[in-house]
């Protein structure tokens, strides 16, 4: 029985992947469940309430799955500068959600430091009227060499932003480090 459940759970990620375009689609969804849960972003408001429902949702999912390959879902990328990392196997995706900014200009820096992947990265933020606008698109070459990526984004003052990295390589890794700063 075992086996079979097993058998039938690896036939249904095999055929699951399928080829798409680069883009936020993951992140959108958690973005506009954090604008309902938080109500509308005002800038004279604290950062402290966002960061305490950030840690709180991180440890939920780092006990879960140790933030690791296996975590479902977007995760959450803090704009203090602090390192999230991680590897990227061939074909899949992972996604960075903030909260909404309190600066006007974000700094995200993706450092590819490990593997040869051939990477698309796209950088979207969405406002609490959910219009989602794509901001950069970004695409880490097919080569062993590390390669840091500094991303600049303006006027995003009270949008969240959503990160999203998919591995374009079937059989090469990403190994990445990637922070949001204000600039």
Known sequence: ????FLAIIIFFFAFSF????????QGV???????????????????VPFKNEVKRI?????AIASNASATIGPRFLELDGGN???????????????????????????????GKAKTGVVI?????????????N???????????????????KGKAIIVAMKNLSVGNKFKYRINGKKK
């Open 138 to 156: 970004y695409e880490f070459p097919n080569d062993k060499n590390g390669k840091v990526k500094k991303f600049t984004l303006n006027n995003v």
């Open 29 to 47: 969804k958690l973005a506009k469940e954090m604008w309902k849960s938080w109500g509308t972003w005002d800038p004279g408001i604290s950062l």
């Open 18 to 25: 399928q080829m798409e375009a680069q883009n936020c689609n």
């Open 84 to 114: 999230e990392q991680g590897t990227i196997y061939g074909q899949t995706k992972r996604t960075f959600v903030s909260t909404p900014s309190f600066h006007n200009t974000i700094e995200i820096t993706i450092n590819k430091y490990d």
């Open 1 to 4: 029985m075992k086996k079979s």
């Open 58 to 62: 991180k440890n939920t999912w780092n």
């Open 124 to 136: 979207c933020v969405q406002g609490k009227d959910g219009v989602t606008q794509q901001k950069v």
